[in-house]
């Protein structure tokens, strides 16, 4: 026999061996489909649409299965009851970060979003301490989200109603946001540098849902030795940091620890207290990287959502309607709206709790790993075991909200039209990892949207059946299809 077949052969019996242990020695692990050597279970997942197939392959396996993303299994939770049991119940079991190597080469285990332990616990627990000190679900922080809505108004006013494209716009608002708590201030629509750092974080996400990066967190040696789209991510990246380090070098030759003026103040303060304590969380490069997460995290998502949204309620004019009489009954046509308003606007606030359902933005979130040996449900699952949780198996489950492929704000109204909850309204995920800035988030979504529909009526440029609401890429995240729209001044 020829002695390369002979190698291929004994590598492959190799391979299966390893993976029959990982399955069978520490932990007996869910049920899940036959993983080919070197492959896993890569050829019954399409990198498109992740989430689709792990929705199909559950109607097989069960609500927790196991799947191989290469070499590497991991645990895929389905539906509400198994992400309440492991991310409620179980939730400091749950709590880790799972494997997601794009991020790893990037952040290296620092910031908030991928980093485990005690120091995610320490930089979390300070990140959102600060973040309500500085008013994040509080007055201060409202008006500064008011304030940007204002100016966000205005840019639009610019359009004079031509067609045009908001993607741009809707980035700078939550950005500037962002901006003003992290470093104290907002920046012009014009800054060069502002820009630049927008036009960064916007590439990243976009590439980052790209199905080239599904296939390279899967197959991470490509990240290493091959060209592509992921080397863009890690320049931006660089890019974003060491403009983030000129920041805090300006904030540490002005610094007043009696008076903190934002984020970057704070943590600087923080680090002085912590540094004869041997406190590794409270670091240049923890701060950094958390100043990173928060900009990533704090201005794609919500400009993504509130894009997408303007995008749903052009195609649905009969629900803009009744968004713009309950505007002009609750707030009228000069007040600012503010977060008061929500609880006497059922159906607005229903609308944009549809519109975060319905997009699905990060349909498997984010990786979270078990950071102990655990029995869950009867099976044994290992300490450090990846696990996916199916996001869209709970937004869209169709005895919650019947016809969940269609939008339709009557999910979150009673039969009274008063605004319903829903535990399973999960776009920001659950329990112990659930989105350190949900509250701001919600609260942006609220203001600028009602904002620009207190001040424009939406116009499409196409007709409405040719209005497409499917995603362009369906990898990390759902992003809309570019589109463009006239802002007519009411």
Known sequence: MDGAVVLVL????????????QNSGKGRLPPGPTPLPILGN???LNVKDISKSLSNLSKVYGPVFTVYLG??????????EAMKEALIDGGEEFSGRGHLPMAERVNKGHGIIFSSGKRWKEIRRFSLMTLRNFGMGKRSIEERVQEEARCLVEELRK???SPCD????????PCNVICSIIFRNRFDYTDPNFLTLLEKLNENFRILSSPWIQVCNNFPALIDYLPGSHNKVFKNSAYVKSYILEKVKEHQASLDVNDPRDFIDCFL???EQEKHNHQVAFTFENLIATISDLFGAGTETTSTTLRYGLLLLLKH??????????????IERHRSPCMQDRSRMPYTDAVVHEIQRYIDLIPISVPHAVTRDIKFRNYLIPKGMTVLTSLTSVLHDDQEFPNPEVFDPGHFLDESGNFKESDYFMPFSTGKRICVGEGLARMELFLFLTSILQKFTLEPVVDLKDINT???YSGFSHVPRSYQLRFIPV
């Open 10 to 21: 004994c590598l492959s019996c190799l391979l299966l061996l390893s993976l029959w242990k």
């Open 42 to 44: 890569i050829l019954q």
């Open 470 to 472: 499917t995603p362009v």
């Open 269 to 271: 303060i923080k680090m």
């Open 166 to 173: 908001p993607t741009f716009l809707l980035g700078c608002a």
């Open 159 to 161: 359009t004079n109603a």
């Open 71 to 80: 070499l590497k299994p991991a645990v895929v939770l389905h539906g509400y």
């Open 317 to 330: 004019p009969d629900v803009t309607a009744k968004v713009q009489k309950e505007i002009d009954s609750v």
